[in-house]
Structure formats: structure tokens, C-alpha cells
């Protein structure tokens, strides 16, 4: 019985580190009230592209690079950067957002904007209304709205 325990708790304690290694680190609210405004990032500290775009990495992650026609799956949260208003989560939804990188699928600004992210890397996007949904908007989105994301490369080529 004693043999029989311990080899229990053996693979208990595997399948414990097993799973503490597995995959990467990211946030996990679900309640759109623990949904932090964005982060502040000092204004100089922007990459800025010459089409407006703006980002800025919290963490670089590790692994290759994603690029154009990579399948990439990604958690995040997006604010208007008029009153960091919420408009929409990843994480509510509690499944990350999977596209093609460079497909068209999603803005402008995203499919640019996660170039050069590693998997765990986490970036932030100032994305202007042109690279957005521009002088239309969109449900929630007022026309001409700046966005902030903040996104989590969960992983790339799926």
C-alpha cells in the first residue's frame, strides 16, 4: 500500500509540473469589472510606424517571430483611447483570438501590428482610425476612434 501510494503522488506531482509548464503565462480575467484600463507607456517609448502605428513590447517573449502568413493565436483587450472605454476581450470570451497574419481578417493595424511578436510576448498597439474601422466605426466603436489593445501571443503556426 505504501509503494502503491507513493507512486500515486509520483504521478500526481509530474502531471502538476507537467502542467506548470505547459503553454504560456497570461492573464485570465473574465468579469469585464477585474479588466484593468491599459497600461501607460510614456509617449517616447513608442515604436511608431510610418503609417501611425504605434507599439510598445511589456515583454519580448521567445521563439521565432511571427510574420505575414502565420497562423497565430492571440488574447487581448481593446479600449478607445478617448476614455480607455472597454469595447471588447478575449478573455470574456475565455478562447484566444486565432487569424492568419497579413490575411485582411482583422484591421489594418493588427495584421501589422503583431509582426515581430514571440510567443508570451506581450505588446501594446496605439492603432489610428485609419489602420481601425475609420470614419464608419463600428457596434461600439464611435467613427474616428483611436484604439488601444493590449495583446498575448499565446502561440504561433497552430
Known amino acids: 500500500m505504501t509503494r502503491q501510494c507513493l507512486r500515486i503522488l509520483s504521478v500526481i506531482l509530474a502531471a502538476l509540473f507537467v502542467g ?3 503553454g504560456p503565462t497570461t492573464p485570465e480575467p473574465v468579469d469585464p ?3 484593468p484600463k491599459p497600461r501607460e507607456v510614456v509617449e ?4 511608431v510606424l510610418p503609417n501611425g502605428l504605434k507599439y510598445y513590447d511589456f515583454k519580448e517573449g521567445t521563439g521565432e517571430a511571427a510574420k505575414v502568413a502565420d497562423q497565430v493565436a492571440v488574447h487581448y483587450h481593446g479600449w478607445l483611447l478617448t476614455d480607455s472605454t472597454l469595447f471588447d476581450s478575449s478573455f470574456l470570451r475565455e478562447e484566444p483570438f486565432e487569424f492568419i497574419v497579413g490575411s485582411g ?3 489594418q493595424g493588427w495584421d501589422e501590428g503583431v ?3 514571440r510567443e508570451n510576448g506581450e505588446r501594446q498597439l496605439v492603432i489610428p482610425p485609419e489602420l481601425a474601422y475609420g470614419a ?3 457596434a461600439n466603436i464611435p467613427p474616428n476612434s483611436t484604439l488601444i489593445f493590449e495583446l498575448w501571443m ?3 503556426n497552430l
Open 20 to 22: 506548470s509548464c505547459d
Open 136 to 138: 464608419t466605426g463600428r
Open 115 to 117: 509582426i515581430g511578436m
Open 33 to 35: 469589472d477585474t479588466i
Open 44 to 47: 517616447e517609448d513608442y515604436v
Open 105 to 107: 481578417i482583422v484591421i
Open 154 to 156: 499565446v502561440q504561433i
